[in-house]
């Protein structure tokens, strides 16, 4: 996304997330406990004391530790909902922002949207952070976060789009995060994830897209993500991934989407892909795979080359200025 794109969505971001902030006042969120628009002002301040460098001054110039609590909904990157005056969504990303998350951030309890990408904000993620059970779109993209991803991830009962993307996040994928049952997209790209993907996995039954390219993933597809019926994007490419390509990935009827290059699959590549006829973009060069290439020829690209799979999978990159566009 261009300075100039990030700039526009940027200011845009008032008008922009109405339409995920419509839902927010969910069956979960109502019954919980009700603190004031003043405990709000103390965690968003908390939030700027953690925050050691700051490229544009937008927060030391705009959030006031001596301003009323109901001025915290005019700060720049917070919304509040009309109806509770609580803060329902924080947008800080493309800042330039250094530091830390505090626990306080935890007390922000009608959170709906936490948008932090583009920062240089670092460390471990706090526990508290798991008391926001509202929240619906959490986005950690392009930092340096580490440690690994929380077990805490799966008490998200609200949870739909997640982006962990380009951080430094290490470890296994808690199988705890499948209790997420709302998760519509989760994205791990460009992490140090290891390990083998949890059959757990499978339990999230509303999953459009998995993007988990750029990692240090090992060991066979799981069958279980062959039972995920909405799913439209997989993204397994550039990993350690191995064994066969399973034929049940055929059962994936509204798959779109699905990128394996480089890799350790072996065998022949299924028929099974073949009656995918939603299928755009196949991708399945720099691996081991043997069979009669030509028949996919005319609708996907598979050939060992290195610069046209490159290409085509950079695709995600155009989904998450979709999803720049949308919040």
């Known amino acids: 996304m261009s300075v100039d794109m ?40 908390a939030l700027k004391a953690h925050i050691t460098s700051e490229q544009h001054e937008f927060l030391s110039k705009n959030w006031s530790s001596t301003a009323a609590p109901p001025s915290v909904c005019d700060w720049i990157g917070v919304q509040c909902s009309s109806r509770h005056q609580r803060v329902t969504a924080l947008n800080i990303s493309n800042m330039g922002l250094t530091g830390t998350i505090p626990p306080d951030l935890g007390n922000l309890s009608f959170l709906v949207s936490l948008d932090l990408r583009n920062n240089s904000f670092h460390g471990n993620l706090p526990e508290e952070l798991s008391h926001l059970r509202c929240l619906r779109y959490f986005r950690l993209t392009s930092n340096n976060f580490n440690g690994e991803i929380p ?34 997209t989760m994205i791990l790209a460009e992490n140090l994830l290891r390990g083998n993907i949890p059959e757990q996995m499978g339990n999230l039954t509303v999953l459009k897209e998995l993007y988990s390219s750029r990692n240090e993933f090992v060991g066979p597809i799981p069958l279980s993500l062959c039972k995920l019926s909405q799913l439209q994007v997989l993204d397994l490419a550039f990993n350690r991934f191995s064994g066969h390509i399973p034929k049940e990935i055929g059962n994936l009827e509204k798959l779109k989407e699905l990128y394996l290059i480089t ?16 299928l755009k973009v196949l991708v399945l060069g720099r691996n081991n795979l043997t069979g009669n290439q030509v028949r996919f020829h005319e609708r996907w690209a598979i050939s060992k ?23």
């Not at 004031?36 to 965690?43: F, R, Y």
């Not at 072996?266 to 892909?273: A, D, H, L, M, T």
């Open 151 to 184: 077990m805490w991830f799966g008490r998200f009962p609200e949870l739909q789009f997640m982006f962990l993307d380009r951080n430094g996040f290490s470890g296994f994928i808690p199988p705890s995060i499948s209790n997420s049952s709302k998760l519509e």
């Open 305 to 327: 080359t290195c610069s046209g799979m490159e290409s085509d999978h950079g695709k995600h990159s155009k989904r998450n200025r979709e999803f720049d566009d949308a919040y």
């Open 263 to 278: 890799n350790n699959f072996i065998g022949v590549i299924p028929r099974e892909i073949g009656k995918l006829h939603g």
């Open 6 to 45: 990030k700039k526009h969505y940027f200011y845009l971001f008032p008008l922009a997330v109405p339409v995920l902030l419509h839902h927010l006042m969910m069956t979960g969120c109502t019954a919980m406990k009700r603190l004031s628009l003043g405990t709000d002002q103390s965690a968003l301040l």
